[in-house]
T-cell receptor, first 114, second 114 residues
Framework: GENVEQHPSTLSVQEGDSAVIKCTYS??????FPWYKQELGKRPQLIID?????GEKKDQRIAVTLNKTAKHFSLHITETQPEDSAVYFC?????????????FGQGTILTVHP | GAGVSQTPSNKVTEKGKYVELRCDPI?????LYWYRQSLGQGPEFLIY????????DSGLPNDRFFAVRPEGSVSTLKIQRTERGDSAMYLC????????????FGPGTRLTVT
């Protein structure tokens, strides 16, 4: 089955700096890669996703890049703000007929210091 | 519109008891997913439904766990003979259709088995 590895487990930045979180996946048939933000005690919130037919996607301060050959994808947050502090999870869908099933990474605790 | 809802928000039960957790997906969403999240971990897939049928139940840990979606909308996750190791946050997500599409999570049910 799919295996998703996420790094780093914790990330501390100053307000205004950029933050990058990286994930690798194992199933070459995966074609959908969402990122979720989870604040303490809250539900995971979808913040951006990318499909395998594109290499990069941007939404304001957030961008995601995908390298299918190397089987890795990354989340980039620019001009970080304290409200960006949360746990971020990457995920990849399963290949084959169960392509809605998501496998999540272990999470990255992002802290943005004012 | 209304998002995914889950009831109860918290459930405390004694070891050996039976529990039911309910999920109301976003109206019109045909795909429904159950995940389990332990503290400090990413969500872990349990089962997903396309319409009324379970499309993939490979994540259910053992035969004490069962889920239904009889009318293709509301789903119930049922756990028999609960064990302390079942304690976790149970999250439900829905998607407009089966496959590599956006999944939106509910607030979860925190299950504690004493």
């Amino acid at each position: 089955g799919e295996n998703v590895e996420q790094h780093p487990s914790t990330l501390s930045v100053q307000e205004g700096d950029s933050a990058v979180i990286k994930c690798t996946y194992s199933d070459s048939a995966s074609n959908y890669f969402p990122w979720y933000k989870q604040e303490l005690g809250k539900r995971p919130q979808l913040i951006i996703d990318i499909r395998s037919n594109v290499g990069e996607k941007k939404d304001q301060r957030i961008a995601v890049t995908l390298n299918k050959t190397a089987k890795h994808f990354s989340l980039h947050i620019t001009e970080t703000q304290p409200e960006d502090s949360a746990v971020y999870f990457c995920a990849a869908n399963a290949g084959g007929t169960s392509y809605g099933k998501l496998t999540f990474g272990q999470g990255t605790i992002l802290t943005v210091h004012p | 519109g209304a998002g995914v809802s889950q009831t109860p928000s918290n459930k405390v039960t004694e070891k050996g008891k039976y529990v039911e957790l309910r999920c109301d997906p976003i109206s019109g969403h045909t795909a429904l997913y159950w995940y389990r999240q332990s503290l400090g971990q990413g969500p872990e897939f349990l089962i997903y439904f396309q319409g009324t049928g379970a499309a993939d139940d490979s994540g259910l840990p053992n035969d004490r766990f069962f889920a239904v979606r009889p009318e293709g909308s509301v789903s119930t996750l049922k756990i028999q003979r609960t064990e302390r190791g079942d304690s976790a946050m149970y999250l439900c997500a829905s998607s407009a259709m089966q496959g590599p599409y956006e999944q939106y999570f509910g607030p979860g049910t925190r299950l504690t088995v004493t």
